[in-house]
C-alpha cells in the first residue's frame, strides 16, 4: 500500500539499539498522551499512554516521558527491532472535558531500524 | 476477526459523486470515531458518537460531510458531491467507553478523480 512516512522527518537506528522518538504538544490543557504505531497500509496501533500528572510511563520495551513545561513527549524503544519500523505518532486529548479518544496528532516520524 | 472493521478498503470515485464509507466496531464498542488522514500526514479528527448519537462532529470540514450510526453499531460516513481534495485515508476507530482506549481500522482509501 502507499507509504504515509513520505516526506515525514526520519530517525535511522541500528537493530539492537534505543530509539529516541520526540514530539512537541500544542495545547497547554491537553491532559492525555498517547503514541500510536503505524505501519503502511495499516491504522494507527496503540503503543502507550500518559495522563498529565505523571511525567514517566513504562511498558513493554517502550517508555514514555511528558514534559508539561516545554509542552514535550517523547517515546523511547530498548533493543529496537526490524519490526518496530513504522511511522509513529503522538496524540494529544484535547483537554475539553470530551471523548478521550478525540486527539489531535501529530506530523509523525519515520523509524527505519537496519539490520 | 475481532477488530474493527471497514469497507470498501479503496473506493474511486468521480468528482461531484457521492460515496458511503463503512465501519463496523468492536462488538460492544458504546464509542465510535471517524478520522481523515492525508497522505504524510497524522489523523485529523471528524466526529465521535456515543451510542446513536453524534456526541461531537466538531471536526467535520462542511456540510457534505455526514456520518450516522443508527443502532449504535455500525456506522457510515457519507459524502456528498465529492471533490478531489477530499482524497485522503478514512478512518474509524471504536472503544469499549468514551475514556478507554480506541482502536482502529485499516482504514478506507478514497480517491476523488
Known amino acids: 500500500g502507499e507509504s504515509v512516512g513520505l516526506h515525514l522527518p526520519t530517525l535511522s537506528v541500528q537493530e539492537g539499539d534505543n530509539s529516541i522518538i520526540n514530539c512537541a504538544y500544542s495545547?497547554?490543557?491537553?491532559?492525555?498522551f498517547i503514541w500510536y504505531k503505524q505501519e503502511s497500509g495499516k491504522g494507527p496501533q496503540f503503543i502507550i499512554d500518559?495522563?498529565?500528572?505523571?511525567d514517566k510511563r513504562q511498558g513493554q520495551r517502550v517508555t514514555v516521558l511528558l514534559n508539561k513545561t516545554v509542552k514535550h513527549l517523547s517515546l523511547q524503544i530498548a533493543a529496537t527491532q526490524p519490526g518496530d519500523s513504522a511511522v509513529y505518532f503522538c496524540?494529544?486529548?484535547f483537554g475539553d472535558g470530551g471523548a478521550t479518544n478525540k486527539l489531535i496528532f501529530g506530523t509523525g516520524t519515520l523509524l527505519a531500524v537496519q539490520p | 476477526g475481532a477488530g474493527v472493521s471497514q469497507t470498501p478498503s479503496n473506493k474511486v470515485t468521480e468528482k461531484g459523486k457521492y460515496v458511503e464509507l463503512r465501519c463496523d466496531p468492536i462488538?460492544?464498542?458504546?464509542?465510535l470515531y471517524w478520522y481523515r488522514q492525508s497522505l504524510g500526514q497524522g489523523p485529523e479528527f471528524l466526529i465521535y458518537?456515543?451510542?446513536?448519537?453524534?456526541?461531537?462532529d466538531s471536526g467535520l470540514p462542511n456540510d457534505r460531510f455526514f456520518a450516522v450510526r443508527p443502532e449504535g453499531s455500525v456506522s457510515t460516513l457519507k459524502i456528498q458531491r465529492t471533490e478531489r481534495g477530499d482524497s485522503a485515508v478514512y478512518l474509524c476507530a471504536s472503544s469499549r467507553h468514551r475514556d478507554t482506549e480506541a482502536f482502529f481500522g485499516q482504514g478506507t482509501r478514497l480517491t476523488v478523480v
Open positions: 496524540a494529544e486529548n
Open positions: 458518537f456515543q451510542g446513536t448519537g453524534a456526541a461531537d
Open positions: 500518559i495522563r498529565s500528572n505523571m
Open positions: 462488538s460492544g464498542h458504546t464509542a
Open positions: 495545547n497547554s490543557a491537553s491532559d492525555y
